[in-house]
């Protein structure tokens, strides 16, 4: 299935249901906001707590997203007991996520103290260099040539990071429609579903760059139906690949392809 085919779907799915999704939207970005002011004012423990409880809301409201797609009741606020209600559901899901995602971390992590590490000691060699040490100038090159290492892992890093964790994108689709799975095996079927399709899912995102840009034009209000209009196309691609879709053909496991 195509990348226009998704979005088609995404927007059959919507059909007589735009102005409910903007208002659940809103209801979605008004409460964060809230819950981030207030908790902002609580010195180191504040932004804690609040990513704590901010990956529950938002698996609630991807929930709230694939039961509107499935013709399903959805409340406004239902992704606040969603989110809750799964709690420890949705972070077992995360820290298997995390578990699967060890390497790459740790490789960005060593690679960016290396970069540190290296340019502050190539400034400081420098510096000594500035006042006269001139057996200092070999150690500023040296530094300087282990910052462009630690630079290059980084990034390279980064994008290892990026590319292994888009395997992991399916899992929180998942834990909806499989709630009795372990965190283990809703990560690994992700994986399984995703192995292939990543460009796929990373070019359907690609796809509402224009809307994305367009939407700046209208002080950000065009979000309000181009949010439901990503989730809903997301939720087809998640659909198409596990065939749960209402009108899925006989491949239970198709590549979505541009």
Known sequence: MVSSELRANAR???KGKWGKAALLTLCFGLISFVISFVLGF????????????????????LVSFMK????????YTDFLSTGFSNFGKVWGVFGNMLLKMIIPIVLVVVFLLVFAFSMGGSMASLFATSYGSHSYASAAAGFGGLAIVGLIG???SIIYATVKGYLYSLSYYILYDNPDKTGKEIVEESE???????????WLGLTFIGWAILSVFTLYIGM????PYIMVTFVCFYEALAGKS???TED???????
């Open 68 to 75: 509107l797609k499935r013709g399903e009741e959805v409340g």
């Open 42 to 61: 609580i010195p180191a423990v504040g932004p804690i707590v609040n990513f704590v409880i901010t990956l529950p809301i938002s698996f609630g409201f």
């Open 246 to 248: 209402a009108t899925k």
């Open 224 to 227: 309000l139906w181009l949010v």
């Open 252 to 258: 239970t496991n198709p590549v979505v392809e541009e």
């Open 192 to 202: 399984s579903l995703m192995k292939g399709n990543r460009w796929s899912f990373f």
């Open 154 to 156: 980084y990034i390279a």
């Open 12 to 14: 059959e799915s919507l």
